[in-house]
């Protein structure tokens, strides 16, 4: 079955440290998101990517790289975290109106 | 950027009720309409979609869509305690890129 899916699951990151959070899909999609959600926000967009090697900056870029290096991984970095960042995390993948969502990550930033 | 706006925040209907649930969108030249439904810690699941202006029924689900109000809603008839969860609203502007509402808590009462 096509799915997204993320790690790891669950985060404890120091302040100044870097996480990297993976994501892995099946779907054949070209394009991939990463979103954040916190209470009050919905969902919203840290970046995306059309296809391997390509990246964008979404709605909420400031601190946060991305990384596309296939159609089927899409990771997002932190290279300094902070506890501003602490928050769940999803994955996404979608074409033509079809979007599947990984499970969430939860990162929290000591 | 794209802008979209959920009402109301919280909701809570008594079994058997019909829900029904708002959203408003900036962008007139959007070509995707969607409403997500989340329970508590899992990942945000699609649960129906329109393109076009007018309604779609999917069981005890209908999904209004006026794009010259930049309006559209989600409505759940005889509404039961497993719809209980976070819905949202999202559209795509036309760039393969989901804009979230911050979404309304549904709590159905038995």
């Known amino acids: 079955e096509a799915a997204v899916t993320q790690s790891p699951r669950n985060k404890v990151a120091v302040t100044g440290g870097k996480v990297t959070l993976s994501c892995n899909q099946t779907?054949?999609?070209?394009?991939m998101y990463w979103y954040r959600q916190d209470t009050g926000h919905g969902l919203r967009l840290i970046h995306y990517s059309y296809g391997a090697g390509s990246t964008e900056k979404g709605d909420i870029p400031d601190g946060y790289k991305a990384s596309r290096p296939s159609q089927e991984n899409f990771s997002l970095i932190l290279e300094l975290a902070t506890p501003s960042q602490t928050s769940v995390y999803f994955c996404?993948?979608?074409?033509?109106?079809?979007?599947?969502f990984g499970s969430g990550t939860r990162l929290l930033v000591i | 950027q794209q802008k979209v706006q959920q009402s109301p925040e919280s909701l809570i209907v008594p079994e058997g009720a019909m829900t029904s649930l708002n959203c408003t969108f900036s962008?007139?030249?959007?070509?995707?309409f969607a409403w997500y439904r989340q329970h508590s810690g899992k990942a945000p699941k699609a649960l129906m979609s329109i393109f076009s202006n007018g309604e779609k029924e999917e069981g005890r689900f209908t999904i209004h869509l006026n794009k010259a109000s930049l309006h559209f809603s989600l409505h759940i008839r005889d509404s039961q305690p497993s719809d209980s969860a976070l819905y949202l609203c999202a559209n795509d502007s036309g760039y393969n890129k989901l804009t979230f509402g911050k979404g309304t808590v549904l709590l159905v009462s038995p």
């Open positions: 779907n054949n999609h070209n394009n």
């Open positions: 962008d007139s030249a959007s070509q995707y």
């Open positions: 996404a993948s979608g074409d033509n109106s079809d979007y599947t």
